[in-house]
């Protein structure tokens, strides 16, 4: 069964990008189906994890970090890249461009890169978190933009390059999912409105949502899924 109580019981995961937000969403959701799991950020959250979710501090756009993150594992099944950052309005500044994809896009690439080994010794799976705007661009957010619609692109090179391996690429692509990175939006009346009635289940997604995407990509019931992109938005790219 896709959902089973015990469905990753002896399996190890990481989460980045996971100490609140989608990420916290995911990492509670794969410990609550007996995975161990690792929450990684660059801050301890806002308390949104389990309380059997272990928690280490990382910065995803920092090759040290990444490295000595990795190398405390004797061995991974899941990895679900979740770290990510956004600057809306000041993206269109060179330096704040390569931050955003430092840390989304090549942050990403870092942490699969690095996870190869102990994924393919184990026949892993990887999710990554891919964006509506992996679709469509963003005029206030071109380096988001740009980074998701990167990490859409690694995640169907990665599923190539790893399926020798035995490992599983694939990413969801959340819509407008009510975390800290959506605050602001979720405040203001005259652009919560129109995102709502563009959403054919008319309301914001929450983590949660994204988390049971997420689960079934790791599950054995996706066995022969690698690279996909799966929206997780409420219909709102076909509305």
Same mark, same amino acid.
């Given at each position: ?8 019981a ?40 389990d ?9 995803? @756009?920092?090759?040290?970090?990444? #490295? !000595?993150?990795? $190398? +405390?594992?004797?061995? =991974?099944?899941i990895?679900?890249?979740? /770290? ?13 461009f ?18 190869r ?5 184990r ?15 963003? @005029?206030?957010v071109?380096?988001? #933009? !740009?980074?998701? $619609? +990167?990490v859409?692109? =690694? ?5 190539? /390059? ?6 599983r690429v ?19 009346p005259?652009?919560?409105g ?26 054995p019931?996706? #066995?022969?899924?690698? $690279? ?9 790219m076909?509305?």
């Open positions: 069964m896709t959902f089973e109580s015990n469905l990753f002896g399996k190890r995961a990481l989460v980045t990008g996971a100490t609140q937000g989608i990420g916290a969403g995911v990492a509670n959701r794969l410990a609550s189906l007996g995975a161990r799991v690792t929450a990684t950020g660059i801050d301890r959250g806002d308390g949104s994890l309380g059997a979710v272990d928690v280490q501090l990382a910065d995803v @756009s920092k090759d040290a970090d990444v #490295a !000595a993150l990795i $190398g +405390g594992f004797d061995g =991974l099944d990895v679900v890249n979740c /770290a990510g950052i956004i600057r809306r309005g000041a993206e269109h500044e060179i330096e704040v390569a931050q955003v994809l430092d840390v989304n896009l090549t942050g990403t690439m870092r942490i699969c890169s690095a996870a080994p102990l994924l393919a010794a026949k892993g799976v990887i999710v990554n978190t891919a964006s509506m705007l992996s679709f469509f661009g963003g @005029s206030l071109p380096g988001y #933009a !740009a980074s998701k $619609g +990167g859409a692109q =690694l995640t169907k090179s990665l599923a190539l /390059a790893y399926a020798a391996d035995g490992i694939n990413a969801v692509a959340p819509g407008w999912i009510a975390t800290p990175l959506t605050q602001a939006l979720q405040d203001d005259v652009r919560a129109p995102i709502l009635q563009r959403t054919a289940l008319g309301r914001w997604g929450k983590p949660e949502d994204v988390a049971q995407a997420v689960a079934f990509l790791c599950a019931a996706a #066995a022969f899924i690698t $690279g996909v992109i799966l929206p997780v938005d409420g219909g709102y076909v509305s």
